[in-house]
């Protein structure tokens, strides 16, 4: 299995709502991502969790909370966001952090109004 | 700090070759990765160069110089669903993870 899988595929939601996006990776690996990617522009990185602790926060607003319960699962809770946050959000995961290659997962379409 | 530099677009014929270069400056580096992205897909892997020199994959392959921190992706025998976004990837050394130059959008045409 070389799948990694995002729920939901869509998402629509409004500035004070609250919604949690989910990723999920049965390989094995202990570092997974989250990126944020606008339309034409590369995916940026949001979060790093190596062995299921945080090590790379890159001044992501505090709206954007990320959590990892066990090594499999990666999830990315919403709160208060804004319209400029829309946008197609992509959970990747490695072997470690280093020289691996990333999986990516088919992302989560979201739309802020 | 880092700087990734690729063509924001390039425009080729089916049947053709095509190549598409990047170059990097970082204070580290422990290898590059090239991924290729579809319009509303998410990347997906093509190469990883950490030594100096070609690899080949197929129609695809990438070629490293790290003296002269440049890359390139060479894709032969063009097909329409080639056109896409591609990704050069460079990876510093540590931990750190993967910075993404711009993107190439190649679009091949018959």
């Known amino acids: 299995d070389t799948e990694v899988t995002q729920t939901p595929k869509h998402l629509v939601m409004g500035m004070t709502n609250k919604k949690s996006l989910k990723c999920e990776q049965h390989?094995?690996?202990?570092?997974m991502y989250w990126y944020k990617q606008k339309a034409k522009k590369p995916p940026e990185l949001m979060f790093v969790?190596?062995?299921?602790?945080?090590?790379i926060n890159e001044s992501v607003p505090s709206r954007f909370s990320p959590e990892c319960p066990n090594s499999s699962l990666l999830n990315l809770h919403l709160h208060a966001l804004q319209p400029e946050d829309s946008a197609l959000y992509l959970c990747?995961?490695?072997?470690?952090?280093?020289?691996?290659?990333?999986?990516f997962g088919p992302g989560t379409r979201l739309t802020v109004t | 700090g880092q700087n990734i530099d690729q063509p924001t677009e390039m425009t080729a014929t089916e049947g053709a070759i095509v190549q598409i270069n990047c170059t990097y400056q970082?204070?580290?580096?422990?290898?590059l990765f090239w991924y290729q992205q579809h319009a509303g897909e998410a990347p997906t892997f093509l190469s990883y160069?950490?030594?100096?020199g070609l690899e080949e994959k197929g129609r695809f392959s990438s070629f490293l110089s790290r003296s002269k921190g440049y890359s390139y992706l060479l894709l032969k025998e063009l097909q329409m669903k080639d056109s896409a976004s591609y990704l050069c990837?460079?990876?510093?050394?540590?931990?750190?993870?993967?910075?993404f130059g711009k993107g190439t959008r190649l679009s091949v045409i018959a």
């Open positions: 970082t204070s580290g580096f422990n290898g």
């Open positions: 969790y190596s062995y299921e602790k945080l090590s």
């Open positions: 390989m094995g690996h202990r570092a």
């Open positions: 160069n950490v030594l100096d």
């Open positions: 990747a995961s490695s072997t470690r952090t280093g020289g691996y290659e990333q999986y």
């Open positions: 990837a460079v990876l510093n050394s540590g931990n750190t993870p993967l910075v």
